[in-house]
T-cell receptor, first 114, second 110 residues
């Protein structure tokens, strides 16, 4: 099992460009999450999904959109990148939402917006 | 409000010394708390969770509801313990998201 994978690993964008980050999991998990990690701030939730075809906003959703067309994939889109979106993006998945269910994280995507 | 605070950005100890990484939380209800570890440029990995009361890689953490703390401890630090450590609280909303502390970088010197 590959677990949670993310594509790409690194990306540099210019302000105003768009891109899509792909997260894939092969554990048949219902729940998927996108977090961003910024220095001194820990990880913050951008968007999440509780199942195929559903998405919802997290703490910091502005400037991002998501889609969950297939259970195993969770896409994060930036329509018009801004320097404030320079960050490391982590995808996570979980079988359920309760405390017994571990969230498994992907390796991260390091994004720089110039 | 649901919040996690890790007061130390950096903790530096010598190999063999005891380690305690502090974590305090704010939560109304019974908290579900975790410690995640991130080695250099790697993904976050679950280190331990309070409900299982286990010891992983020599680390333990006890939930103290009176002090609203979940400090991570290890009696004898090893160089391979050098990493970023995050305390996290399971939220009761937003899909059971994790609320992370700011993280503590542990540096174990030889």
């Amino acid at each position: 099992n590959a677990g949670v994978t993310q594509t790409p690993k690194f990306r540099v964008l210019k302000t105003g460009q768009s891109m899509t980050l792909l997260c894939a999991q092969d554990m048949n998990h219902e729940y998927m999450y996108w977090y961003r990690q910024d220095p001194g701030m820990g990880l913050r939730l951008i968007h999440y999904s509780v199942g195929e075809g559903t998405t919802a906003k997290g703490e910091v959703p502005d400037g991002y959109n998501v889609s969950r067309l297939k259970k195993q994939n969770f896409l994060l889109g930036l329509e018009s990148a801004a320097p404030s979106q320079t960050s490391v993006y982590f995808c996570a998945s979980s079988y359920g939402s309760g405390g017994a269910y571990e969230q498994f994280f992907g390796p991260g995507t390091r994004l720089t917006v110039l | 409000a649901q919040r996690v605070t890790q007061p130390e950005k950096l903790l530096s100890v010598f190999k063999g010394a005891p380690v305690e990484l502090k974590c305090n939380y704010s939560y109304s209800g019974s908290p579900e708390l975790f410690w995640y570890v991130q080695y250099s440029r790697q993904r976050l990995q679950l280190l331990l969770r309070h409900i299982s009361r286990e010891s992983i890689k020599g680390f333990t953490a006890d939930l103290n509801k009176g002090e609203t703390s979940f400090h991570l401890k290890k009696p004898f630090a090893q160089e391979e313990d050098s990493a970023m450590y995050y305390c996290a609280l399971k939220s009761y909303n937003q899909g059971g998201k994790l609320i992370f502390g700011q993280g503590t970088e542990l540096s174990v010197k030889p």
